[in-house]
């Protein structure tokens, strides 16, 4: 008797070209091997998916046992409980802390020492240019004071003696023509300046002017041998002619002959300008120097007395030009009120 198998069977996959394996079948139509199935993991039992990123709430019992232990240790430290613990660390943990800090100190403290000595050397640099500038001024300080000393000189004697000066600088010393005794001026026909003009500065006479150009001029110092000046005695109003000896300095004495023999000077006389006509070469009342001394002999016709110059002329600076009134150029005048009016420019 045949028996049937009547139970259904699923239906076979259909064929899929492809190599034949080594059977002589189709792989393809064997099942893949090394294929897995994925594989389920159990939720957690917590019950939260696993997609969710939130930390576990703590338990509730956890977070009042933190609030009483806080509490205690509040109590306890306000009732001084805890003062011994707290001696008893601070005993072993000091000389720890004081050891670190010891060693910590130089490397926190480098940068500010960095930034320190960069402030410093900065300041150091600042201050040594502020006292090089304070030394070049107090070293220029009596050449400055010395010059405004003139100035207010000058002015003072050009309002004693009514002139008007075209103020000027020595800017050179030294032989010119036949003369010895001369210096010259940074001023010249531009600052209205001409030959034979007085030349005196806040002692006295100083000279006339020789020459001029554009820019300077050429001054002939009363210590010449050549130069000869007109001149009085203030006490006694007596006249006579001064010469020089040619020297400079404090042996640059001048020689005055008086015209009346029987006239004899005091000894520190002052002698000033006679004056000429027309104001040149020397204008009347400049004072020239005292009298030293008083010479005279069978031979000679007059007095004759040494008189030493109020003028330093081994340190001339500032001399003063006088000049008619109403004289402009390209520098300033002042006036015989001692104000001065500002040069023109040309």
Do not use: C
């Not at 189709?26 to 990123?53: C, I, Q, S, Y």
């Not at 040149?280 to 110059?309: L, M, N």
């Not at 081994?314 to 001065?340: K, M, N, Y």
């Amino acid at each position: 008797m045949t028996v049937l198998d009547l139970r259904p069977r699923s239906p076979e996959p259909p064929e899929r070209p492809g190599r034949p394996g080594p059977g002589g079948r189709d792989d393809a139509r064997r099942p893949r091997e090394g294929r897995r199935r994925p594989v389920r993991l159990p939720r957690p039992a917590t019950g939260r998916g696993w997609g969710d990123d939130r930390e576990p709430t703590p338990p509730r019992s956890l977070v009042v046992a933190l609030v009483l232990a806080a509490a205690s240790l509040m109590a306890l430290d306000a009732a001084g409980a805890l003062a011994p613990v707290r001696g008893a660390v601070a005993a072993v943990a000091g000389p720890a802390e004081s050891a670190v800090s010891a060693v910590a100190r130089p490397l926190t403290a480098a940068p500010d020492w960095v930034r320190s000595q960069g402030a410093l050397r900065d300041d150091v640099a600042r201050l040594r240019s502020e006292n090089d500038a304070l030394r070049g001024r107090l070293a220029a300080a009596p050449y400055a004071s010395n010059r405004l000393r003139e100035y207010d000189g000058l002015s003072r004697l050009t309002g004693r003696l009514g002139y008007a000066v075209v103020p000027a600088h020595v800017v050179g010393i030294g032989p010119a023509q036949s003369f010895a005794d001369t210096v010259t001026l940074d001023a010249g026909s531009a600052a209205g300046l001409r030959p034979d003009l007085t030349v005196v500065n806040a002692q006295g006479l100083v000279g006339r002017v020789l020459s001029v150009t554009r820019s300077t001029a050429t001054v002939l110092l009363v210590t010449d041998a050549d130069s000869v000046v007109g001149g009085r005695v203030g006490t006694t109003m007596d006249v006579g002619t001064l010469r020089g000896r040619g020297e400079v300095g404090p042996h640059g004495l001048l020689d005055l002959e008086l015209v009346d023999r029987d006239a004899t000077p005091a000894r520190d006389d002052a002698v000033v300008t006679w004056g000429s006509q027309g104001r040149g070469p020397y204008v009347a009342g400049v004072p020239i120097g005292r009298v030293t001394k008083v010479v005279s002999s069978v031979r000679e016709t007059a007095q004759r007395a040494e008189i030493e110059p109020y003028v330093d002329f081994g340190a001339l600076d500032l001399v003063g030009v006088v000049v008619p009134d109403g004289t402009r150029g390209d520098r300033g005048v002042i006036e015989a009120d001692g104000t001065l009016v500002p040069g023109e420019a040309r």
